[in-house]
C-alpha cells in the first residue's frame, strides 16, 4: 500500500521561512505533489516533482530526494495569506492508469502570525 | 473561474432522503474523482472513473454511487442519506495522455458540503 507522513501543523510569523516534510512510502513512484487548502476551500496545485532536485516557483520552492522516499515543500517570506493546510501528494502505480493516481497525506496545517 | 463546476455548494438534508450531487468540467478531462474530506481532515477517494462508462470505487468505502455517461458529468448519488454522511465532497479531473507535469495537476471543484440531519 500507500503511506505518507507530514507533520499535523507548523506555526511561524510574517516574513520567516518554514519548511514542510513529506516522507512516503509506496510502490511504483512516479512523483510528488504539493496542493493548498484555505478554510472551506478546494486544494489547488502548487508543484510537482518527478525527479530529485528542488523546483521553484516565486515564494514557494519543492524538493524532492527519491532514494530517501522524502520531500518538502519551502515556504518564503510568509504572508498572513499563506495560512492554509498544505498537502503532499504521492504519484504512484495503479492498475487502471498507466499514468498511477495520486494519494494524499493528512495535511499539515500553516499557521502565520503577524 | 473555475473550469469544474459542483452544485450544491451547501446542502441540509434529513435522513433517508436521496441526493445527488453534480460534478461538471468543461476541460474535456477523461480522468474524474470524488474525494470526501471532514474539516481538518485528509481527502479520502471514494470514486473515479477512466472515461466514459469507467467508474470504479476508491479507497474508502462509500454507499453512493457513481454514473459517467458524459464525459464532462461525473454525478454522485447517495440513495438514503444518514448522518454519517455529513462531510465536504470534492470533485477532480484531469487529462491523462499528456504525460509529465501536466498529468499530475488535478483540479478541484468548490466543493459540495452535505449535513443530513
Known amino acids: 500500500g500507500q503511506s505518507l507522513e507530514q507533520p499535523s501543523e507548523v506555526t511561524a510569523v510574517e516574513g520567516a521561512i518554514v519548511q514542510i516534510n513529506c516522507t512516503y512510502q509506496?510502490?511504483?513512484?512516479?512523483?510528488l505533489s504539493w496542493y493548498q487548502q484555505h478554510d472551506g476551500g478546494a486544494p489547488t496545485f502548487l508543484s510537482y516533482?518527478?525527479?530529485?532536485g528542488l523546483e521553484e516557483t516565486g515564494r514557494f520552492s519543492s524538493f524532492l530526494s527519491r532514494s530517501d522516499s522524502y520531500g518538502y515543500l519551502l515556504l518564503q517570506e510568509l504572508q498572513m495569506k499563506d495560512s492554509a493546510s498544505y498537502f503532499c501528494?504521492?504519484?504512484?502505480?495503479?492498475?487502471?492508469?498507466?499514468?498511477?493516481?495520486?494519494?494524499f497525506g493528512r495535511g499539515t496545517q500553516l499557521t502565520v502570525w503577524p | 473561474e473555475a473550469d469544474i463546476y459542483q452544485t450544491p455548494r451547501y446542502l441540509v438534508i434529513g435522513t433517508g432522503k436521496k441526493i445527488t450531487l453534480e460534478c461538471s468540467q468543461t476541460?474535456?478531462?477523461?480522468?474524474m474523482y470524488w474525494y470526501q474530506q471532514d474539516p481538518g481532515m485528509e481527502l479520502h477517494l471514494i470514486h473515479y472513473s477512466y472515461g466514459v462508462n469507467s467508474t470504479e470505487k476508491g479507497d474508502l468505502s462509500s454507499e453512493s454511487t457513481v454514473s459517467r455517461i458524459r464525459t464532462e458529468h461525473f454525478p454522485l448519488t447517495l440513495e438514503s442519506a444518514r448522518p454519517s454522511h455529513t462531510s465536504q465532497y470534492l470533485c477532480?479531473?484531469?487529462?491523462?495522455?499528456?504525460?509529465?507535469?501536466?498529468?499530475?495537476?488535478?483540479?478541484f471543484g468548490a466543493g459540495s458540503r452535505l449535513t443530513v440531519l
Open positions: 477532480a479531473s484531469y487529462a491523462s495522455g499528456t504525460g509529465g507535469r501536466g498529468a499530475n495537476v488535478l483540479t
Open positions: 476541460m474535456g478531462h477523461d480522468k
Open positions: 516533482n518527478a525527479l530529485d
Open positions: 509506496t510502490s511504483g513512484f512516479y512523483g
Open positions: 501528494a504521492v504519484r504512484a502505480s495503479d492498475r487502471g492508469s498507466t499514468l498511477g493516481r495520486l494519494y
